[in-house]
Nanobody, 123 residues
């Protein structure tokens, strides 16, 4: 199990960029699958960007072409570069990780979650 701490959220205008970071502690996440998910106000947590333990990436439709997930195994940190942000990207963004689970389509199966970082995009 790992402890995940997100940072990098904030307030930007439409078209702006942010880079989220997720620092992991308690274990080395080199062999973990990790991902970024988000929760809009009043809605459930939804899928976003996933980097599995083979190095393959998958993105939800809203993230495709605008967001990029990456990991620095030396720093034990996961990143999410978000470009061309829109007001509908406003949400709490959560980092998640699991050493065994590769398919992140079932969020309940993912073992470790951070507390989130808020992203607000204004028009």
């Amino acid at each position: 199990r790992v402890r995940l701490t997100e940072s990098g959220g904030g307030s930007v205008h439409t078209g702006g960029s942010l880079r989220l970071s997720c620092a992991a502690s308690g274990d080395n996440v080199t062999t973990y699958s990790m991902g970024w998910f988000r929760q809009e106000a009043g809605k459930e947590v939804a899928g976003g960007s996933v980097l599995d333990n083979t190095g393959s990436t998958t993105y939800a439709d809203f993230a495709e072409g605008r967001f990029a997930i990456s990991k620095d195994n030396v720093k034990n940190t996961l990143y999410l570069q978000m470009n061309s942000l829109k007001p509908e990207d406003t949400a709490m963004y959560f980092c998640a990780a699991d050493e065994i689970v590769v398919d992140f389509s079932n969020l309940e199966a993912i073992g470790d979650w951070g507390k989130g970082t808020q992203v607000t995009v204004s028009s």
